[in-house]
């Protein structure tokens, strides 16, 4: 399938909280990319600017018992998922106030009330992990389901094909949602990868939609059809979303690369389809919302984010005894 | 004459005058071409060699080590670069039940002459699934050849022996190591793997480091020389082949042993080596050997947190002092 079947609209309800989501990923990693700068977050981090549409989209159908897993690039799928902005600036910090409490930092914030199986720091893992919270979901049938994020190169580990032969062969309500934003990593998708990803979800017997991860209507809608499909035990889905990230693989790419990898024409028309200046045109334009409303959400995220840094600088260093108390708990 | 250079530019010249040497050699890895890794080691080789030569992979460890163990089958010589150390874990099959073991099985008629280059080391703030250093695994494995360059120069003369080695060798460069400078030969040079290197001479106590932790073991005997202690420092080099006739010759002479490594300390190198000791020194030895790895928890990801798991100077001198002056020591 090109796209979803129906065209079904979301409500302005719906559309002007997905707006909110996507500003408020927007702005928390424009901040985090400052914060990096600044020097005030340890490490480095991967940004998913851009890409908002997609977590948004995909999420907007989901509710707290559904799960996700997440990837290295996983702040805006945990906050479109409902994570805790404060908590997640605290675990970037390094605070023992953080969602993890200071022991993943950006590429690990997870938060199981939420569904939030997890960030990951190994390309590909999700997908695994997905599809077993899809057999635990199951087993306990009450029509939860897990959606697993992953990029493009992920597609190209061979636990893709394990998870779709399993997830298919037991129906199990896992949404299998590829981020395909052109890149693995510094290398373009059409010198890593053969085909169209999501064909490779066909011969399964899985159904496929292959969308643009850039318009959260799409997204929104697709997911609808797809989630519902999960839901009622018909078995696993597909979703490919083409889409971009304008910051790149992560926050230090332009001191280890000697040459870019992608031209600032790429980038600028990627900017010219941006997915949260889509949206907040779309809302003007149907009357969901007038400009001035929009401002004032836009200034509402705003002190979200300011509020969010306070909370992580106000934040303590996590206690030596953690670690090693947390050992004795796994153990 | 000698010069000073990074380990990066030292690994980079080793791949580069080997794949100038022998045309089967080649290179294997994510963004390893026109990206020259994340870590801006292989600048500049694939505009020398080219792609066919320098082959960028998709994200697929387990397909990209099987390969590289069938080219090595079949008449290639292959480099292969992981990423990250912490990639092991997705490779392991490929090394362990097909590298290492195809000599071997085959009667000693067939070779695997790859290299897996991966790196190690915690303390860059990038938590526990990119900070591990896990060379123990590999160590473990019969079939296996394991170097642990401690500089520029062993990094360079390392990988030269490990690229011509007709079986396999892994080698784990210190990712904070790259940008550090060391005096490296002009001249072409190989360290033989198996060959351990004294770094300093002392009376008292030894202090054995790999990779980093020689450094670490460098400063230590620094900081004992100033309260009057004689530390000599030992380089392993390779943990496979395991030059055990140096470390036992610097531990009868000094009748005191420290093993300093990275990775974690339970089931780990301090103890293997910490074990040869007490049982082929043991009538030399006037304390126990002492172990000291890195913490046994995943690597936190806070800095507060991430520095304390690793082994320091003053933590080694403290361990050294109280050996030297008879005081038991309390080893985790
Ligand atoms: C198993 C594994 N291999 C390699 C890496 C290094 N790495 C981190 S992200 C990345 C690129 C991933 O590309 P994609 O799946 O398309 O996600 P994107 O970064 O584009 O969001 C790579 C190679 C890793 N973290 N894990
Ligand atoms: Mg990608």
Redesign the interface.
Known sequence: MASSTSNIQPDDEVLIEMYRRMLLIRKSEEQLFRDVKLGRTPGQVHLSDGQEAVAVGICANLDDRDQITSTHRGHGHYLAKGGDVNAMFAEVYGKAEGICRGMGGSMHVADFSKGIVGANGIVGAGLGIATGAGLANQLEGEGRVAVCFFGDGAANQGSLMESLNISSLWRLPVLFVCENNGFSEFSPSDTVTSGVISDRAKPFGIPVWNIDGNDVVEVWRTALEAVDHCRSGAGPAFIEARTYRYSGHFSAEAMVLSTPYRSDEEIQAWRARDPVARTRALIIDRGAADATACERMEMEVDACVEGAVAFGEAGTAPDPGTAEQLMRMGS | MTREITLSQAVNEAIAEEMRRDETVILVG??VA???T???VL?GLVEEFGTDRVI????????FMGIAVGAAMTGLRPIVDLMFG??LY?VMDQLCNQAAKTHYMSGGKLNVPLVLRTNLGAT???????SQSLHALVAHIPGLKVAMPSSAYEAKGLLKAAIRDDNPVVIFEDKLMYQDKAPVPEEEYLLPLGEAAILREGLEVTLIGTSSMRQVCEKAAEILEADGISAEVVDPRTLVPLDEGTILGSVRKTSRAIVVDEGHQNFGVTAEIAARISEKAFYHLDAPVIRMGA????V??????ED??VPTPEAVAANARALVRGVPVHAL
């Open positions: 994510e963004d026109e990206a020259g994340p870590f801006k600048s960028d992979t998709p994200i697929a460890e387990p397909g912490d990639f997705l860059r703030r990038s938590a526990a699934q990119h913490m046994d928890v995943p936190p990801f806070s800095p507060a947190l304390l798991t």
